[in-house]
């Protein structure tokens, strides 16, 4: 009987391995030979799935930027029916948590952006996803303020872009060790605060 593959276990490994050889050696370290050693798998199993580095290197970064979506999805659906408020709060936190796993993509996604300068396609998939998770946030942030009796003002979709790009930058701080998460997570909360009255 033939071995069944599990060919997105394979590539996900392969990917792992990018991440790991990334983040010690930089994006510039990273070569098809290595990340087949650092896989442990031949040569002609990496290039099977992808044909040049590039392609590699580009499904490796695409999964770590999912795997950081699914993290702030996971902290949405653990809010569960708690108020919009808690629910705002929690997935902003979700770019400044200080767990290894957390910690690994937002790293990875710092290692990359220098590439992203050049790279336009790089570029659009460190970017923002923006239009879905913006117009959810500026919800939460219609209902936090309604929560807390607070009136309308000004436009609830700037404010939500800016408070993506404020945990991202935090997430960037954090990555890099030169805030602690618990510091991080001080600044956003001063900034919701602010927000919502």
Not at 22 to 36: C, H, Q
Not at 131 to 159: M, N, W, Y
């Amino acid at each position: 009987m033939p071995k069944i593959v599990d060919h997105e276990e394979r590539r996900q490994r392969l990917a792992e391995a990018v991440w790991t050889l990334t983040l010690r050696d930089g994006l510039e370290g990273v070569t098809l030979r290595k990340v087949a050693a650092e896989a442990g798998v031949s040569m002609g199993q990496v290039q099977h799935y992808y044909a040049t580095r590039e392609d590699l290197v580009r499904d490796a970064i695409e999964r770590s930027v999912r795997a950081l979506n699914a993290r702030i999805e996971a902290s949405i659906n653990a809010s569960g029916q708690a108020g919009a408020e808690t629910m705002l709060r929690e997935c902003l936190r979700a770019l400044l948590s200080h767990d290894p796993e957390s910690l690994r993509l937002l790293r990875l996604s710092v290692a990359v952006i220098g590439r992203a300068i050049s790279d336009p396609a790089m570029a659009g998939v460190l970017g923002p996803s923006g239009g879905e998770l913006v117009q959810f946030t500026a919800g939460l942030i219609v209902a936090a303020r309604q929560e807390r009796g607070t009136p309308a003002r000004g436009d609830d979709h700037i404010d939500a872009d800016i408070c993506w790009s404020l945990a991202s930058s935090l997430g960037v701080d954090v990555a890099l060790g030169q805030r602690s998460p618990e510091e991080a997570r001080g600044v956003l909360d001063y900034h919701l605060d602010n927000l919502l009255g």
